[in-house]
């Protein structure tokens, strides 16, 4: 069994409210929040992008791992955003805590899944024993256009999990991992385009609901699940009427759900977002407390993970500052700040 | 900077690692090769300095360099480190109102520079308030 032995997470200080963006738009704000179910999102300061915010949630992972970084056999940091096209962020964050040396490395993409894919590789890799413990990070500081309806829930932040083999100072077990996956052209951006495109109300139902439904409920038969068998549910969080509506249709309650869902109050985080939301769990969970998450990524295909919570998150947990107090912690900034943090407009 | 000359000092700029003399006990950061009190009788080894410290002194920078000019206002602050030398360096996320001498500070790993759109990212240490 693969087990969590350390888990962080990072989000970034800077809010922008959503009734700010759609002021700007001459947009009914209540209508876009209640729409979206997201009040406001997490925006990077100027120093920072994925590779800040990669590093940043790996070493709260490492002081709860409790290990020599130099342990660590692999780090896959999984991003749409990654700062280069070519130079992975992977070796940026392997000097930055000190693990250079023997080390497999690479960046993976798929939308928002890259992290969770980035988990499913570490394991195997520790299950066929290449590895002791391994790093997975999902991160991104995303995009979305100026006015488009992307830009309302677009944000930054990510999650580190390190992994090995089950022991002592497993915080959380894997039992499962599964995915399903099927090529669905539902949102993408080509080559030195700076946003991304996507196919508007296609997004729904064929893509995102199709594909995490189906993998969730292939884990729930694989695992013989019934919804009140488990504790905390966590979706990929596009917003927060995506997953909450998933969850009713899989007879899951919102209870269930709640806990997890830290889009409200930072937006989506893309290869963050599943991952922020299984630490958020993770900072309240209980020894034997089970959780399921599915991630989704356009193009498109959804992570399953089955997962007890072990004895160890209890000496572990307040060791570094947990993801809700993170999200407490900020600073509202306005429209015109904002389009200077985000580079979206031109400066000499 | 030039490329070779940031990568060659990657890990000072990433992880402080600073250098101490076992003969003199000094610690130094930058990193020195040879002990400047010393000298040849020195015996230089690399140390990993604590992320934490308190603000010593500090200067608030209102009219930067044109490439840091978006930043402004922003404050340099010399830090004293835990158990370690004197330090300086650029404070982040922070307001100038809140940054007095004496308050904790931690570590952050941040971009530091950019070579315009094209070319190489530097990344470093900065230092953001503790509380
Ligand atoms: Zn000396």
């Not at chain 2, 250098?19 to 690399?46: A, H, L, M, Q, V």
Request: charged share 25%; hydrophobic share 35%.
């Amino acid at each position: 069994m693969i087990s969590i032995v350390g888990y962080g997470s990072y989000v970034p200080k800077n809010r922008i409210k959503t009734s700010e963006i759609a002021k700007i738009w001459g947009k009914d704000p209540q209508n876009v929040e209640r729409g979206l179910g997201v009040y406001e999102k997490s925006v990077p300061s100027l120093d920072e992008d994925t590779i800040t915010i990669a590093t940043a949630a790996t070493k709260y992972a490492l002081k709860r791992a409790g290990i020599d970084p130099e342990e660590i056999g692999a780090i896959y940091v999984g991003s749409e955003s990654h700062p280069y096209v070519v130079k992975p962020s992977g070796t940026v964050v392997a000097a930055a805590i000190g693990c250079e040396g023997e080390l497999k490395c690479a960046d993976y993409e798929f939308a928002c899944k890259a992290g969770t894919a980035a988990i499913q590789n570490v394991m195997g890799l520790i299950e066929g024993e290449y590895i002791k413990y391994g790093l997975a990070i999902g991160a991104d500081t995303s995009q979305g256009a100026p006015g488009d309806a992307l830009e309302y829930a677009a944000s930054a932040g990510g999650a580190a999990f390190i992994l090995s083999k089950k022991n002592k100072d497993s915080i959380a077990t894997i039992e499962e991992t599964l995915s399903y996956t099927t090529d669905t052209p539902d949102f993408w951006r080509r080559e030195y385009q700076h946003y991304p495109q996507h196919g508007g109300r296609f997004t729904g139902e064929p893509a995102y609901f199709k594909h995490v439904g189906t993998a969730t409920k292939m884990m729930m038969d694989r695992m013989s699940l019934n919804p009140d068998d488990l504790d905390y549910i966590v979706f990929h969080m596009p917003n927060a009427k995506f997953p909450v509506n998933m969850a009713k249709k899989l007879g899951f309650s919102t209870e269930q759900v709640t806990q997890g869902l830290v889009v409200s109050k930072i937006g989506n985080t893309y290869s963050g977002s599943s991952l922020l939301g299984l630490t958020a769990v993770l900072d309240v969970a209980k020894p034997g407390d089970k959780i399921l998450m599915s991630s989704y990524g356009s193009g498109a295909g959804s992570d399953s993970f089955y997962i007890t919570v072990d004895d160890a998150i209890e000496k572990k947990r307040d060791m570094c500052p947990k993801t809700w107090d993170m999200i407490d912690n900020k600073r509202y900034i306005d429209y015109a700040t904002y389009t200077i943090y985000r580079k979206k407009i031109l400066m000499r | 900077m030039s490329v070779p000359r940031f990568w060659r000092e990657i890990p000072y700029r990433y992880r402080l690692i600073g250098s101490y003399c076992e003969k003199c006990n000094e610690t130094f950061f930058p990193p020195r090769e040879i002990c400047p009190r010393c000298r040849r009788s020195g015996d230089i080894k690399d140390i990993k300095l604590e992320e934490e410290g308190e603000i010593f002194s500090y200067t608030v920078i209102r009219t930067a360099p044109p490439e840091f000019d978006v930043q402004t206002p922003y404050a340099i602050a010399l830090i004293k480190l835990k158990n370690g030398p004197l330090i300086m360096s650029q404070l982040t996320d922070c307001e100038m109102d809140d940054v007095k001498i004496g308050k904790k500070v931690r570590m952050v790993f941040r971009k530091i520079s950019e070579d315009g759109e094209a070319g190489i990212i530097n990344y470093g240490y900065k230092f953001v308030l503790a509380e």
